[in-house]
């Protein structure tokens, strides 16, 4: 079955950074598009990055763009979100996200950005 499990989440600090990661498994990873998204407290869930299959094609939100960097590891089943000069408002749990013949998502990792 398909699987998506993240990793890497934690406590930083406003400035600094953390590498998410989220492993798939149950389908042919190459073959398909991957997302992060995050959800704040209280907020809707929201797209973060997004990475064609290839890796060729990235696409940010606005308030992460030129802080944050999606790339994948296709040999590995891996995504990556290289979170970058984290913000308060970065503060939220990101989900691993796949569409296939339906959606798929992780269970979700936590970051906390905080002083």
């Known amino acids: 079955q398909v699987q998506l499990v993240e990793s890497g989440g934690g406590l930083a600090q406003p400035g600094g950074s953390l590498r998410l990661s989220c492993t798939a498994s149950?389908?042919?990873?190459?073959?398909?598009?991957m997302s992060w998204y995050r959800q704040a407290p209280g907020k809707e869930r929201e797209s973060v990055a997004g990475?064609?299959?290839?890796?060729?094609?990235?696409t940010y939100a606005d308030s992460v763009k030129g802080r944050f960097t999606i790339s994948r590891d296709n040999a590995k089943n891996a995504v990556y979100l290289q979170m970058n000069s984290l913000k308060s408002e970065d503060t939220a749990v990101y989900y691993c996200?796949?569409?296939?013949?339906?959606?798929?998502w992780g269970q979700g990792t936590q970051v906390i950005v905080s002083s």
């Open positions: 996200y796949a569409r296939l013949l339906r959606d798929f």
């Open positions: 149950g389908f042919t990873f190459s073959k398909y598009a």
């Open positions: 990475i064609s299959n290839g890796g060729v094609t990235r």
